[in-house]
Structure formats: C-alpha cells, structure tokens
C-alpha cells in the first residue's frame, strides 16, 4: 500500500490527496512534522512534498507528478477530465498572493494541525514564513481586515469553476488546479465566498474527502 507524506495546510499536498481519494486508491496518509527535513531527503532528497512512497521504498515528489502517477493507478475508466486554460481562475489568486499568504500563514500554526504538533515546528515554518513576508505574523494577522477585503474582490471577479454534478460528477484537472486555495482560504473566519464558488468549494471537498476549515476558522 502507497503511502501519501503531506502536510495538512499545503495546497500542493491537498492536490495529491483530491486524487488519491477521488480515485479510490488505498493507501496511508502521513502527516510530517514541519521541521521533518530527514524523512524528506531520506525519500527524495530534498525538503518538499507531498511525497508518494511505494511498498518497494522508492518515492516520488511534485504534486502535479504525483496526480499523474495517481490517475495511472487508478481504476479503468477513472481518469481526470483535461485540463482547460486553469490560469482563468488562478490569475485571480495570482493577482492577491501576497495577501492570501498574510492571511494564511499566520493562521496555519494557529490552527490545530499535524504538521505543527510541536513548538519547534511551529518555530521552523514561523522563521521561514515570516521571511517571506517581510513581516511577523502578529503584523500578519493585525492587517487581516484589509487582506481579507483584497482577496474578496478577487474572488468576487473570479469566474465560477463547472460544479462536478454538471460533469457527471467527475473532477478534472482544474479542480487540481484551483480547488486547493479556496480550500485554504476556509481558514478565513467569515471570508465573502460568492454563493456560486461556495457551493463549488463544498460541492469539490464533498466529492473528493477533503477537510474544509470552516468550523476551525479564526
């Protein structure tokens, strides 16, 4: 049975988990530490994931990879639909990363999760993180007000992605694509979601066994 590394926040690891459960495919989930850069190289040679494990001890890493490896896995007939010009709906994500990232990433270690079950891994992602934003997350998080109201307009603008009942209640490779960062922005307490997106974002977690952090949100 394959094992699935990730952490429980990446947008990169839920791409892996969408698939693994989509498809229907048995295997582990295991959720590293933040600061677990051992595990990492010992499996791929680098600190990254999520990381697919096979019984035979080889691994692989990069999610979009992993997903392909996955769909080759799964059952005759299952495949992903194709891809169909993702940047659509990612360009509004494109257009306000530095606020999703000053919204989310004070929230990560502030929120209940596997990959922080320790000081030190918190410690390790807030050292790195607040790098990335040139600021600490207490600042983070005090302009939350002002971030939230950026990201709400973009994904006010944002084109609403087909639900998977007007797919024969398939996923594609959009969804891969798109769905994991409006998973995360769950986290938001009270973010605007237009009607239409929610339901896609609900409508997605449901169909393919994702955790959404709306009962969790701060």
Request: glycine letters at 4%; a negative charge; aromatic letters at 10%.
């Amino acid at each position: 049975m394959p094992t699935l590394h990730q952490y429980l926040h990446c947008p990169f690891c839920v791409r892996a988990d969408m698939a693994a459960n989509y498809f229907g495919i048995e295997h582990k989930k295991n959720y590293l530490l933040n600061d677990d850069a051992e595990t990492c190289d010992k499996l791929i040679g680098a600190k990254m994931v999520p990381i697919l494990e096979f019984d035979d001890g080889t691994a692989m890493g990069e999610s979009l990879d992993i997903v392909a490896k996955l769909e080759a896995m799964a059952p005759e007939g299952k495949k992903l639909l194709p891809k169909v010009e993702p940047e659509k709906y990612t360009c509004h994500f494109d257009n306000v990363s530095g606020e999703i990232n000053g919204l989310l990433f004070p929230r990560n270690v502030m929120i209940e999760q596997p990959e922080f079950a320790t000081e030190s891994a918190k410690d390790y992602f807030r050292t790195k993180k607040e790098k990335t934003l040139g600021m600490s997350f207490d600042e983070a998080f005090s302009n939350s007000t002002s971030y939230k109201e950026r990201v709400e307009a973009a994904l006010a603008e944002m084109p609403v992605p087909p639900l998977p009942a007007q797919q024969m209640n398939q996923l594609g490779w959009n969804d891969i694509m798109v769905f994991p960062i409006l998973r995360n922005l769950t986290m938001v307490k009270d973010i605007n979601f237009p009607d239409a997106l929610d339901q896609y974002v609900h409508a997605v977690a449901d169909l393919t066994k994702i955790q959404l952090y709306t009962d969790v949100a701060v």
